[in-house]
Every structure is written in C-alpha cells, then in structure tokens.
C-alpha cells in the first residue's frame, strides 16, 4: 500500500511506530504538499475575484504551478521511503566471505545515495514553492493571508527538514565528490529558500 | 467524512481547492501530528535498545505522551474546521431587519471566538510537543538524529501556523478582553516554544 494512500490518521500512527520508515524524510515531503496545497487554495480563492482583477493572470498561473509541485511532493512521499528501504535491505545481505562484505558495502554506498537524491528533490521543490509563494503575496486574497503564511512555514519545515535527510545520509557516503555537490548545492537552496520563507511569514504577520 | 478519514493525497487535493476549508489552521494541526510522531518514532527506535539503558524509563514515558499529543492534535484538525464552517455559515444568515443584523454579529463573534479557541488549543500542544521534543534530544538513538530535527521543524511550523490563525481571528473579535488574554498567552508560548524548537534542529544540525 501508497504511503499517499494512509488516512491522516493511520500515516501518522505509522509515522510514529518502531517502523524505521516512513521518518523524517516522508513527513519532509508531506509538509511542502501541505504548504504548496495551501499557496494554490490561496491562489484558488482569488481567482474570478473584482477586487484582484489585475492580478488574475497570475494567479491562474500560480494555480497551476502549485498543482504541479504539490503534485511533485506527493511523489516523493513514497519514494523516499522506498529509497530508505534500500538500505535496509542491505542490513539482510550476507556478510561471511569477503566478497559478500564487499558487494554489501557496494550496495550500501549505492543505496545512501539515492536516500540523498530524494530530500535533495524535495530541497528543490521546496524553493520553487517558496519563490511561487513570495510572489503571491500582495496580489491574493487578503482574507487567506493566514494561509500563506502557514504556506511559507510548512515549505520552510520541509526545506530543512529534507536538509538533515541530505546531511544524516551523506555522512555514511565515501565518495567525495557526491558528498559536496550535495552539500554546496543543498547550501545554496537553504541561503535562498530560508529568508524568503521568513520575509512571507514577517510579512504576512504584520498583515494581520 | 472527518478529514483525518481522507488519504495524504486526498486532504492535500482538498486543501487545495477553492474551498475556504480546511484551511491553514488544520494544516498546521496536521504538523503537529507529525511532529509529534516522529518524537514517538525516535523513542519507539530507542526503547530496549542496550546503547540507551540508563534512559529506558523516560523513552517509556515519551512513547506514551508522545501518543497523547498526537492524539490530541489529529482530533483538533477536524475540529477546527468545524469551527470555521461557523463563521461560513453565519454568512447565510438573514440580513432583511436591525434584528436579523444584530443576532447575525453576535452570532459572527462567537464564531470568531471558537476559530480562536482550537488554534489555540494547537499552541498548547506544540508546545507541550516541544518541550518533550527537547528532552529526548541526548536520550535517544542517534541513528534516528534527523528525524528528531525534522519533528521540532515541523512543530515550530505548526505553533506558528496556528498563532498566525489566532491573529487573524482576533481582528474581527470587539470583546477586547478576549482578544488580549489570547494575544498574551499566544505570545508567551512563542518565547517559550520557539527558541526550544531552534535549539532542538541546532543541536541536531551541529550533530550530524
């Protein structure tokens, strides 16, 4: 069964098992739907509206935009998970003659890679949530301005969140050159992504 | 249908459609959930594990307040819904007569006063959350380190999502008295909780 597929409550009570996963990865990727959800239910709210009629272009763009990431993020739910299930399969392979340890720790090296490769998605989805979101303040429904608010909290939670995915799985990975295109380029995201998340909520906030 | 009935991808197409609810309030309870759950998770992976002996009487009790909070929070999500459904429907109130118009305003601010309530409600729970949070952090398997973090990232956006649902209920709110004894507590839990949910995703940063 789709982890995309679990009631709220039946996600979060296996979030909160001794199933090793879905973790911290998952709930990452399900926190940038929530706010990329919420950004275009903004955007939903103002479309057809006189009073932003300027704007309506826009919005219908930042409609559609939304439902693409929202829809990215909600990929990415499962495949995480299914990426960190790699590695524990890893933990089932033999390991008694010396070839058995080597095609183990091959497999390992191959399998926290692509348990890098997810959050580092969900980094990339989150920034372009973010920039849509921080262009739609001052041109959206000024009665959902909470709700872009929180837009910008949970896409922020799921930007650095899916960072110490990137961090946590990378410290096991020997390949230098991976660990620091990983590193630089998840350090970029964050040096944008974070103050523009935080100027939407202090925006929004002062706004209210 | 109870929205914690709704799949992942079903609440998040919800969320984001052009229905004013559910909103950001239920999406910050939701974070909270998550939050929580991954805490529970981290002492779920923690408890009769031999490395973390001396703590198996507080991972114990963590598992078991850790699922209180959770519980508390997805029951909130529904509920606070509900409550905004009261101020819609107070829009399809009779407006014709000075009568119709004074039982429609009083009938407006009590709507307003119970959409205060439940995101308050929320504030109390991420920060009971937190604190709990932050106990963990040096008690817990370390091999579940991000999970931690994303759990305080993920609580920090939910009890700021929900004071950003306070204020935005509080405006419209003319019972002064009402309006400053929940600015004040709301505010207090931000000194509180805040700076503990930092501290929890620093100390998990500076660790991995």
Known sequence: MKLVDYTLSGFTDLLASD?????????????????????????????????????????????EE???????????????????????AVFSMPKETDADK??????????????????????CFAQAAIELTAKAVDKTNTNAASDLGVAALSLKAAVQGAWLNILINISGIQDQAFVEEYRKNGEAI???????????????????
Do not use: W
């Open 19 to 63: 199933a090793p996963a879905p973790g911290g990865g998952s709930a990452a990727a399900l926190e940038g739907a929530i706010g990329i959800a919420l950004t275009k239910m903004v955007g939903s709210l103002t479309v057809g509206k006189a009073k932003y009629e300027e704007h309506q272009a826009f919005v219908v763009q930042l409609i």
């Open 66 to 88: 939304a439902e693409k990431i929202k829809n990215d993020f909600i990929d990415v739910i499962d495949r995480d998970t299914e990426a960190f299930n790699g590695v524990s």
């Open 102 to 123: 080597a095609k183990r720790k091959e497999a390992m090296q191959t399998a926290l890679k692509a348990c890098t490769k997810t959050p580092y998605e969900m980094m």
């Open 190 to 208: 964050l040096a944008k992504a974070l103050p523009m998340a935080d100027q939407i909520y202090e925006t929004v906030l002062k706004s209210l």
